[in-house]
T-cell receptor
Framework: EDKVVQSPLSLVVHEGDTVTLNCSYEVTNFRSLLWYKQEKKAPTFLFML????IEKKSGRLSSILDKKELFSILNITATQTGDSAIYLCAVRNSGGSNYKLTFGKGTLLTVNP | DGGITQSPKYLFRKEGQNVTLSCEQNLNHDAMYWYRQDPGQGLRLIYY???????QKGDIAEGYSVSREKKESFPLTVTSAQKNPTAFYLC???????????FGQGTRLTVV
């Protein structure tokens, strides 16, 4: 069974802090890893990572994948209250059920002013 | 506008009744998914479908059923066999190649 483990499960920081969210995985025939942000209802897409060692960046957010060690991190620098959300990590396999998308439990980030 | 629509947003049902949640997409996506979200549990996969008239069980399929008669539609039925149906249900879709999944706004089901 595919498994995605995120840590920490929750995190409280002050505005301006830098945070690192972790995602480790065990999946048969790994194809890609995705990060989402969920504020109220629908998760919104942040990054998709398929190759090891290549950083994806968007503003203050960045993410990198290590396929050898089977993990990814999501960094947020200079956090703002608007970054408060649940951050979800998901992995997609490429076997017979190649559309299966398995999510972790998420990290609840709270950024206080 | 292209997107994925779930309805209704809120649903109340009495215990023992079956209920069907709607999910429609006009993105021309082949794959569709149903997830359940409980507090502190992330998203758990109920069912997914890669193509019309075909679907696979996810990790928590017991007490649920689906159909995929049209590419655009993937309704989920929560049956009376589901022990704890009160939850937030999310539908998603994606293309055949490995791109991100797009989500609907969710349906919050409360069984009383």
């Amino acid at each position: 069974e595919d498994k995605v483990v995120q840590s920490p499960l929750s995190l409280v920081v002050h505005e301006g802090d830098t945070v690192t969210l972790n995602c480790s995985y065990e999946v048969t025939n790994f194809r890609s890893l995705l990060w989402y942000k969920q504020e109220k209802k629908a998760p919104t897409f942040l990054f998709m990572l398929t190759s090891s060692g290549i950083e994806k960046k968007s503003g203050r957010l960045s993410s990198i994948l290590d396929k050898k060690e089977l993990f990814s991190i999501l960094n947020i620098t200079a956090t703002q209250t608007g970054d408060s959300a649940i951050y979800l990590c998901a992995v997609r396999n490429s076997g017979g059920s190649n559309y299966k998308l398995t999510f972790g439990k998420g990290t609840l980030l709270t950024v206080n002013p | 506008d292209g997107g994925i629509t779930q309805s209704p947003k809120y649903l109340f049902r009495k215990e023992g009744q079956n209920v069907t949640l709607s999910c429609e997409q006009n993105l021309n996506h082949d794959a569709m998914y149903w997830y359940r979200q409980d507090p502190g549990q992330g998203l758990r996969l109920i069912y997914y479908s890669q193509i019309v008239n075909d679907f696979q069980k996810g990790d928590i399929a017991e007490g649920y059923s689906v159909s995929r008669e049209k590419k655009e539609s993937f309704p989920l039925t929560v049956t009376s066999a589901q022990k704890n149906p009160t939850a937030f249900y999310l539908c998603a879709s994606s293309t055949r190649v490995s791109t991100e999944a797009f989500f609907g706004q969710g349906t919050r089901l409360t069984v009383v």
